[in-house]
Nanobody, 110 residues
Framework: QLQASGGGLVQSGGSLRLSCKAS??????MGWYRQAPGRQRELVAS???????TYADSVNGRFTVSRDNAGISVYLQMNSLKPEDTAVYYC????????WGLGTQVTVSS
């Protein structure tokens, strides 16, 4: 199971931090996807346990993904938020099988 938190309403240019906690250590990839109304779900950022990161072009330089040393939690620090970042954000883990967390809404007002 994945427990995500940290979404909310913020003005353009503001920041939010999302957190997601797994029920056990994940030896694999943890990350975040998002889905805006009328659009497909897309990868935002992900991180392997050794620390390799992947970012969507649209968030590169503004968002930072990180994991705790225990390999249980993944975080998404979102800075310089834009209205187009508005979406439901989903925590995702992959370790030979894939698990999705419940989404958390992020709304950025202009």
């Amino acid at each position: 199971q994945l427990q995500a938190s940290g979404g909310g309403l913020v003005q353009s240019g503001g920041s939010l931090r999302l957190s997601c906690k797994a029920s056990r250590r994940i030896i694999g990839v943890m990350g975040w996807y998002r889905q805006a109304p009328g659009r497909q779900r897309e990868l935002v950022a992900s991180m392997t346990l050794p620390g390799q990161t992947t970012y969507a072009d649209s968030v590169n330089g503004r968002f930072t993904v990180s994991r705790d040393n225990a390999g249980i939690s993944v975080y998404l620090q979102m800075n310089s938020l834009k209205p187009e970042d508005t979406a439901v954000y989903y925590c995702n883990v992959w370790f030979g099988r894939e698990i999705w967390g419940l989404g958390t809404q992020v709304t950025v007002s202009s």
